[in-house]
């Protein structure tokens, strides 16, 4: 084993691999900055030109893109309100509220610290967990998965702070959304209204530009103001947010667990560990003000989506099965250059999997350490006139939207979200969770309808699904009922 990770880290080592892995993270982390486009298209349009590459090319140019995916939508979900990426959506949550108290750049400089910590955990996870984590997720079915499902709808009564309620109708108001485009089941279209544009169902980045991008452009252009309406506070700058990323270590350890965790389970991804990392945070640290600018409210969602490239990693070397689309067309990249993935990576071709594992720790720091060098003056722009900004925002989102199908439909469905995003802003209605409901909804049905067909009602009684169950009680009952009295107490000791 120590022979083949000498092996693989020589290999990446080699300038022109090292070249072509910096070329992949500085694409990687350009394309992440742009909201809406995200590392996958990346992906598939770098594919041809790395199936004529040597297996160590492809390694290095296709993983270091994969590994930065999320990294760089940092600064544009800090900094605009708008997620570069869907792995950053709970990062908007509270990274832009810091933006307009003008601690933008503290901001930016905690996630981008954490992503690179996030990601480096992650390799070393897929290092060393293969031969604990097989036999635990082997022994989880589909109800299991569908009870985590659960458990995170569960939280967007978290995400809504006072108003648990409107959280609920909001996270159901996702999971209709989501049931838009053909039943997986039967292949019967659903609420599509004729429209073929439908069948494949709503992107998510559509909602996501629609509910928070245009929204916050619309509101920041009848302020007549810039981003920030505060300028920033002396020590609060990047150099103080990596302190943060430090100070909250024990935060950001469990929120790479829980991204590690999510991406070793194939077909959920980064969204979902970003947001049950977010809500984990909201639930656990005290003296919290989620949804107005707590650090720990970036810190948390962006150790967990950059953790979760190293979970993924572990079933698709190992399993061949890949955890996202990202995975599954690198790993069309690896078989059309000789590699096997299966127990053959870990076997006659391990010094492989190293070079992955290699990648993926280069390419976080590098990228982290080069998203820093440039978020100073990128971080101005949070500063500049609305009437400078706004037009560039604006753009970015339609080429955003357009970009998710090439259709004029893309551009009609994105006005459609501006205006519901843009009633719920006004109506003080959580928009979170229906982010949230659309990326956990085709999960639980999915999961639903195989352990209803596999098992009847008798998967109900799984001990797994019974402690999840558990779980999701003492999430939505008993945990708001102790903050209330932890709240009420320190009230009273403040009086």
């Known amino acids: 084993m120590w022979e083949a990770s000498l092996d693989g880290l020589i290999h990446v080592l080699q300038p022109h691999l090292l070249l072509l892995g910096f070329l992949g993270i500085v694409l990687g982390s350009v394309v992440a900055i742009l909201p809406g486009i995200g590392s996958t298209a990346l992906i598939a349009m770098s594919l041809p030109f790395a199936m004529t590459m040597g297996p ?11 590994a930065v995916s999320s990294t760089g939508s940092t600064i544009t979900s800090v900094l605009t309100g708008i997620p570069g990426s869907s792995g950053s959506l709970a ?3 509270d990274g832009y509220p810091m933006t307009k108290r003008g601690e933008g750049a503290r901001a930016i400089g905690a996630g981008l610290c954490v992503s690179a910590l996030g990601g480096v955990f992650g390799a070393v996870v897929l290092t060393f967990s293969l031969p604990v984590l097989r036999p635990l997720v082997l022994s989880l079915g589909s109800p299991e998965y569908f009870m985590l499902a659960l458990w995170g709808i569960s939280m967007v009564g978290v995400l809504s702070g006072k108003a648990p309620i409107k959280g609920i109708a909001a996270g159901i108001l996702g999971v209709i959304i989501m049931t838009v485009g053909m039943d997986p089941k039967s292949g019967v279209p659903r609420y599509t209204f004729g429209q073929p544009y439908l069948w494949d169902g709503i992107p998510l980045i559509l909602v996501a530009l629609g509910i928070y991008g245009i929204p916050e ?3 920041m252009a009848a302020g007549g103001t810039s981003i920030a309406q505060s300028k920033p506070k002396l020590g609060f700058g990047l150099m103080e947010g990596v302190k943060d990323g430090f100070r ?4 950001t350890l469990r929120a790479s667990i829980i991204g590690t965790w999510i991406g070793f389970v194939p077909g959920i991804g980064g969204p979902v560990a970003a947001w049950l990392a ?14 107005q600018g707590d650090i720990r409210g970036v810190i948390a969602p962006e150790a967990a989506n950059n953790s979760v490239e190293g979970g993924s990693y572990i079933t698709a070397l190992a399993f061949g099965i890949p955890g996202s689309t990202a995975t599954a067309l690198i790993l ?15 076997t006659t071709q391990l010094n492989y999997v190293f070079a992955v594992i290699w990648t993926l720790v280069i390419s976080n720091i590098v990228a982290a350490v080069l998203c820093l060098a440039l978020a100073k003056p990128i971080s101005k722009m949070a500063f500049w006139p609305f009437h400078s900004v706004v037009p560039v925002i604006v753009v970015l989102c339609f080429i955003g939207a357009f970009s998710a199908n090439f259709a004029l439909e893309d551009v009609a469905l994105l006005l459609i979200f501006s205006v519901l995003g843009w009633f719920l802003r006004q109506l003080n209605w959580p928009r979170p969770p229906v982010l949230l409901g659309i990326v956990l909804g085709p999960i639980m049905e999915k999961y639903l309808w195989l352990s209803s067909a596999r098992y009847g009602f008798t998967w109900l009684y799984r001990p797994g699904v019974i402690l999840l169950l558990l779980l999701i009680v003492g999430t939505v009952i008993f945990l708001p009922l102790w903050n209330k009295k932890r709240y009420e107490k320190q009230l009273l000791k403040s009086d």
Request: aromatic residues 14%.
């Open 91 to 93: 990062t908007v949550v």
């Open 278 to 291: 977010y809500g984990h945070a909201a639930q656990t640290c005290r003296n919290g003000k989620f949804g």
């Open 248 to 251: 909250h270590w024990f935060l």
């Open 332 to 346: 069309i990249a690896f078989m059309a250059v000789g590699l096997t993935p299966g127990p053959s990576m870990l």
């Open 56 to 66: 160590y090319a492809a390694i290095a140019f296709l993983v270091s893109i994969d």
């Open 217 to 219: 452009t619309i509101a």
